[in-house]
T-cell receptor
Framework: AQKITQTQPGMFVQEKEAVTLDCTYDTSDPSYGLFWYKQPSSGEMIFLIYQGSYDQQNATEGRYSLNFQKARKSANLVISASQLGDSAMYFCAMREGANSKLTFGKGITLSVRP | DTAVSQTPKYLVTQMGNDKSIKCEQNLGHDTMYWYKQDSKKFLKIMFSYNNKELIINETVPNRFSPKSPDKAHLNLHINSLELGDSAVYFC?????????????FGNGTRLTVT
């Protein structure tokens, strides 16, 4: 079974609007972390935001927030006030337990329209 | 000041050759990783080292051999290169045993085998 599922096809958003990128995960480990990374066309992997399984509140980092619904096993990324520079591929990922690898979803391409 | 640096950025070579990719991190992390990103942008872990000890080896052909001379360096040597090895290879690091820590990625090495 896939650990991280990102099923949206390419997403489009108008500049200055908000957009939600979906991510669902599967784990039986009570200790896990959920991460979002951005990969622009230049290719580097940029860490955006983290949510821990024991965190009571949704994580926020500037224009990025994570809508964490533990019972539904979803960790959606919300980008507010989209900018042209937000056009990129976005990956959801998870680490489970200690000494663990980061397992990625297949990614979502976001295009911001002027 | 680059946290995780890998060289070279581009590598073009012929089938059957042997090549190496070098990676160094100055973050003081104990754990380092090699990931492969294929043509569909899917990221998959290959290896992980924790303080010079191999802890993850994900069904990678034994033509791929990682080497960690110290905890700040993790190199990847590839023997008898094949067309299917063409991909982007990312080095990454994180603190040891922390599911709540993001991986910090290098900028990637684009390997093209002709």
């Amino acid at each position: 079974a896939q650990k991280i599922t990102q099923t949206q096809p390419g997403m489009f958003v108008q500049e200055k609007e908000a957009v939600t990128l979906d991510c669902t995960y599967d784990t039986s480990d009570p200790s896990y972390g959920l991460f979002w990374y951005k990969q622009p066309s230049s290719g580097e992997m940029i860490f955006l935001i983290y949510q821990g399984s024991y965190d009571q509140q949704n994580a926020t980092e500037g224009r990025y927030s994570l809508n964490f619904q533990k019972a539904r096993k979803s960790a959606n990324l919300v980008i507010s006030a989209s900018q042209l520079g937000d056009s990129a591929m976005y990956f959801c990922a998870m680490r489970e337990g200690a000494n663990s690898k980061l397992t990625f979803g297949k990614g979502i391409t976001l295009s911001v329209r002027p | 000041d680059t946290a995780v640096s890998q060289t070279p950025k581009y590598l073009v070579t012929q089938m059957g050759n042997d090549k190496s990719i070098k990676c160094e991190q100055n973050l003081g992390h104990d754990t380092m990783y090699w990931y492969k990103q294929d043509s569909k942008k899917f990221l998959k872990i290959m290896f992980s080292y924790n303080n010079k000890e191999l802890i993850i080896n994900e069904t990678v052909p034994n033509r791929f051999s990682p080497k960690s001379p110290d905890k700040a360096h993790l190199n990847l040597h590839i023997n008898s290169l094949e067309l299917g090895d063409s991909a982007v290879y990312f080095c990454a690091s994180s603190p040891r045993g922390s599911y709540n820590s993001p991986l910090h990625f290098g900028n990637g090495t684009r390997l093209t085998v002709t």
